[in-house]
């Protein structure tokens, strides 16, 4: 797949478009800022990059990343910005750019003595 960007866009949300030829050669245009690169890191410094929709539910993105580390559900917590994820927001809901930095950290439960 080859992309070409039409109209000099910068990613500022202005509505340029991105030329994208998929496999077959056909041409498809798509709004640049409808999708965005996205990191999770692991606490042991490991990085998974993917390329998201702005309107993809985190619990997806999120699922990816369990399948992709083979580790069970819910035993881990994502932080971003200092909060931790709920699943059932989008990536433009929590207000996430392109290249953001989502942090996964092992769940800790119980404690004391």
Not at 35 to 53: A, H, P
Not at 72 to 99: H, P
Request: contains cysteine.
């Amino acid at each position: 797949m080859q992309r070409v960007k039409i109209g000099g866009g910068d990613g500022d949300g202005s509505g340029k478009c991105e030329s994208i030829t998929n496999l077959e050669g056909a041409l498809v245009l798509s709004p640049s800022n409808s999708t965005f690169n996205l990191c999770i890191k692991s606490q042991d410094g490991e990085e998974f990059y993917y390329r998201v929709g702005r309107e993809k539910r985190m619990i997806v993105v999120i699922s990816w990343y369990y399948a992709k580390k083979n580790v069970y559900f819910d035993t881990l917590c994502f932080v971003y910005n200092g909060r931790q994820i709920k699943t059932s927001k989008t990536l433009a809901q929590l207000g996430m750019e392109d290249w953001d930095i989502i942090d996964a950290m092992s769940t800790q439960i119980g404690g004391g003595y």
